[in-house]
């Protein structure tokens, strides 16, 4: 039998709770991310990282490309 999910639905839920956690902890944990080339895919995934991050209550950190500098 197939049971059909809302995805987004849970993921809302699940951010929510973690966020609630945080708040209550007064820490914030985070997640760094580091992006090496020029690869545009691989910039969108960085900044949908940093946005879930946001949205979570995480502390999302900048850090700079290795090969360019740039930061993200």
């Known amino acids: ?3 059909l ?3 987004k ?3 809302r839920r699940i951010r929510g709770s973690v ?3 945080v708040k209550d902890s007064g820490t914030a944990p985070g997640l760094a991310t580091i992006l ?3 690869d545009p895919s691989g910039a969108v995934y960085v900044a949908s ?3 879930h991050d946001v949205r979570a209550s ?3 950190v900048r850090v700079a490309d290795a090969w360019t500098g740039r930061m993200f």
């Open 49 to 51: 990282k940093r946005r």
């Open 58 to 60: 995480l502390d999302a």
């Open 9 to 11: 639905a849970i993921a």
């Open 36 to 38: 090496v080339g020029d």
């Open 5 to 7: 999910i809302d995805g």
């Open 19 to 21: 966020a609630a956690k």
């Open 1 to 3: 039998m197939t049971k």
